[in-house]
């Protein structure tokens, strides 16, 4: 057992004492528990440091992390470039080696906070099914520290890249956990609604989630966000349905994107924008974009919104440390969330409204009852962990201390 005292909950007046009880669930959340009661428990005292469930990092690719830690070999600095760069890596994958990456970089999540990761990975005509055998090893090997759930991605469409039709249904019979999909990647419109279409097929055949690459691009006529939301609402999926990126709706005009969020909103489509890696995507011309979504006004819709790493140190973006924190600032800057009410939308993003993505039907947060899962973090407020990417001194993962990471500066 362990008991938390004077820890500052989110969305709770002054500081609380924590029960997690050997089931690694939370027993009791008061005022004050008398821990004379519970001689057996470890102890921690969190000083008014803040607690708040575990980060869920919901768009991930661990198939290519670090494959840039020696450069990223880049003229244009587009997105179209970037997936070409991660060609010819992805033709050289060797299952231990897709393994190692991923399982550092799982390691490295958890060590932040962050032991929920849903992650795609490549399935398509040059990587096979060889990044999936790889991922699914790691995940298996992190089993104990992180869920991890893994999205069949086909990154270069599925009609116009011979074969990945078949390897998209082999993928859900040898470890994926959710259905993938990039219509945008298709050469037609045809193609992407039927790209669409045949995701929503897959799902219903493995009763699983599905999220999409949605509309991922500055091309105001990739339009396939309202058709797949309109779907999920035909084929009884609200809630269960997640775009990715949501780009192109920046560049269309008002009232087609007021449109399309209304239906999103109704459809109970979810939406993470992942601003970290957009915002250094592609070399525009003045005025530059930051080349996100209408994060504010869907928030302000009341549509789900959240956040996530999207990839670490890649073809797409030499960056990334797999710090939520990290990435829920730059989300901050992006979307010009500037006050302690709106530093709480984004902290939201990394928390509740990931996850709603990650497993709508199941319980989150600190409440009796719920799995034990949370941060205790050296900040009295969001806005302060945000701003100093603060130290989080205990990780717990159903009930148990798994890491710690701590952030130190000494003036000498």
């Not at 997105?79 to 050289?92: F, G, Q, V, Y």
């Not at 893994?150 to 959710?178: C, H, K, S, Y």
């Not at 669409?196 to 097929?201: A, C, T």
């Not at 902290?347 to 990650?358: E, R, V």
Request: with cysteine; proline share 2%.
């Amino acid at each position: 057992m362990i008991l938390i005292k004077n820890a500052r909950i989110l969305d709770k007046d002054g500081s609380m004492d924590i029960l997690i009880n050997d089931e690694g669930r939370y027993e009791e959340i008061s005022d004050k528990i008398d821990e004379s009661k519970h001689s057996n428990c470890q102890v921690i005292d969190a000083k008014g440091m803040l607690a708040a469930p575990t980060f869920i990092n919901t768009h991930m690719h661990l198939d290519k992390v670090y494959t840039s830690v020696s450069g990223r070999e880049s003229v244009e600095e587009t997105l179209e470039e970037s997936i070409k760069i991660m060609h010819d890596r992805k033709r050289k994958y060797v299952v231990e080696d897709v393994k190692n990456r991923a399982v550092r970089a799982i390691k490295e999540c958890v060590a932040y906070g962050c032991t929920k990761i849903r992650t795609n990975v490549d399935i398509d005509n040059m990587a096979n099914l060889v990044g999936l055998k790889g991922v699914v090893a790691a995940k298996e090997e992190c089993k104990d520290i992180c869920d991890i759930q893994i999205a069949a991605f086909p990154q270069e469409g599925i009609f116009n890249n011979a074969g990945t039709e078949r390897l998209m249904w082999e993928a859900m019979e040898n470890g994926a956990d959710v259905v993938g999909g990039m219509p945008a990647a298709e050469w037609l419109d045809s193609y992407a609604k039927k790209h669409v279409d045949l995701v929503f097929e897959i799902a219903k055949k493995y009763n699983a989630l599905i999220d999409m690459h949605m509309d991922q691009s500055k091309d105001m006529f990739d339009r396939s966000m309202e058709y797949t939301a309109v779907k999920s609402m035909e084929e009884g999926m609200q809630g269960k349905v997640t775009g990715g990126h949501c780009t192109s709706i920046a560049y269309q005009n008002q009232s087609h994107a007021a449109k399309v969020m209304e239906i999103l909103k109704i459809a109970e489509f979810n939406v993470c924008t992942n601003t970290q890696t957009l915002a250094i995507m592609g070399v525009d011309n003045e005025p530059r974009t930051r080349g996100v979504t209408r994060i504010r006004e869907m928030v302000e819709m009341g549509i789900n919104v959240a956040t996530a790493q999207d990839t670490i140190c890649d073809g797409f973006h030499l960056y990334g440390t797999g710090d939520p924190l990290d990435y829920g600032l730059i989300c901050a800057y992006t979307a010009q969330y500037n006050t302690p009410k709106t530093a709480r939308i984004v902290f939201d993003m990394l928390t509740k409204n990931s996850a709603k993505i990650f497993a709508p039907d199941e319980k989150y947060g600190i409440e009796v009852g719920n799995v034990a899962d949370l941060n205790i973090i050296d900040a009295s407020n969001v806005q302060e962990a945000l701003r100093l990417r603060a130290s989080r001194p205990y990780i717990i993962k159903k009930g148990k201390v798994i890491a710690k990471f701590e952030k130190k500066q000494t003036l000498i």
